[in-house]
């Protein structure tokens, strides 16, 4: 018997309550906390967004240099994990080898103290502290170079520019990624935070919360959607070509990769954004051909999709953003992941202080009283 209407992908089921974000998409609001995204990526940064989505309030000024000054000092990854990470093979992506790291991290720190407020933090801080060292590390040991060690003189962002390439960010470049972060560190109920709060609710350890959730964040309909942006645009190849483009995408009822969004229905605020930082990074640093396609893009799609509510969403204009930042295009995805680990580890705290096991239901479409024949008789 069915008890309620199937939803595929439970689109607009509940599946949590929750305090830690909230997404108006007809007017394209985001807010952490109660706070608009635009007041944060302005005023805020990374870290201290963090401590807001995870326990649910702004710092003070001593609980913020202390939670630095936390993350700072743990930025460094076992020697164990890192020789792990060099038998990986150079042509694995990335985020599979974040995916493999992260739960590795579990190994060391296998004791589940749910209920222990010490544990919790000291979960936090690990894995906001070496989730990017894992990732510049893979970078860098897949061409065959070691791995360069985190620089405690740096912030957040600056210190993961500069393990990228072992030089010091120019600080409009460590800015604009902090903001980036920002942007990216939580987004109500998606696909991966839905995973995240699921496995959470096992009540395994965080290291395989985030390990579960970076695995769900990899696929290119969700995390993994910035990627085909780039190379979407370097297929279109000039600005002449995005009307064709469009038009046959429409023809074949394809996906325009970086426009829609199953939340909003007007442009989403994070790509206005972005799309003003990378405009600072064009005026410092040349322009990006890409941008002008993107542009074109973005006028040509509404023309044609404004009606149904179709805009430019957080993958558009990222990866314009990280290219001209000199990050390789696999590297936007783990990025992400960087950015979003605070959100998954707000929503596991989160999910510990009611916890239920998510059980749902299903609508079964099978057969009934098939009998079972021999092998013989097959």
């Not at 309550?17 to 007017?27: C, T, Y």
């Not at 074949?252 to 790509?271: E, L, N, Q, T, W």
Request: charged residues 25%; contains cysteine.
């Amino acid at each position: 018997m069915v008890l309620c209407e199937y939803k595929p992908g439970l689109e607009g089921i509940p599946a949590a309550e929750s305090g830690i974000s909230f997404v108006d998409g007809q007017k394209g609001i985001l807010e952490y906390r109660g706070i608009r995204i635009e007041e944060l990526a302005q005023h805020s940064n990374f870290l201290e967004t963090a401590y807001l989505l995870i326990w649910g309030e702004l710092p003070t000024q001593d609980e913020l240099k202390a939670f630095e000054q936390e993350v700072r000092s743990h930025r460094r990854i076992k020697y164990r994990i890192r020789d792990m990470m060099k038998s990986f093979p150079e042509s694995g992506h990335p985020m599979d080898a974040l995916q493999a790291s992260a739960a590795a991290l579990g190994l060391f720190y296998s004791r589940r103290d749910l209920h222990n407020p010490v544990y919790i933090r000291d979960a936090v801080v690990r894995l906001l502290a070496t989730i990017p060292t894992m990732v510049a590390a893979f970078q860098l040991m897949r061409k065959g170079n070691d791995p360069v060690k985190p620089n405690d003189d740096l912030d957040y962002a600056a210190n993961f520019l500069y393990m990228l390439t072992e030089k010091e960010p120019d600080p409009l470049a460590a800015r604009i990624m902090d903001v980036c972060l920002i942007l990216h560190a939580e987004h109500t109920m998606n696909a991966s935070t839905f995973s995240a709060r699921v496995t959470a609710s096992t009540l395994t350890d965080p290291y395989a919360v985030v390990a579960s959730a970076v695995g769900t964040l990899g696929g290119p309909l969700h995390g993994g959607a910035n990627e085909e942006v780039i190379q979407m645009l370097e297929e279109i190849g000039s600005v002449a070509n995005v009307r064709p483009y469009v038009d046959s995408c429409l023809e074949r009822k394809a996906k325009i990769m970086g426009f829609g969004h199953r939340v909003y229905k007007v442009k989403d605020p994070r790509a206005t954004i972005l799309q003003k930082l990378a405009e600072e990074l064009f005026a410092k640093f040349g322009q990006d051909k890409y941008y002008d396609i993107a542009q074109e893009m973005e006028v040509v799609v509404a023309e044609k999709l404004a009606h149904k509510g179709i805009y430019p969403n957080v993958d558009f204009y990222s990866g314009l953003v990280y290219r001209k930042l000199g990050i390789p295009t696999d590297l936007f995805t783990p990025i992400f992941a960087i950015a979003r680990v605070a959100g998954w580890l707000a929503h596991w705290k989160e999910q510990l202080e009611e916890n239920r096991i998510f059980r749902p239901t299903q609508v079964y479409k099978g057969v009934h009283d098939v009998s079972y024949i021999p092998v013989a008789k097959r």
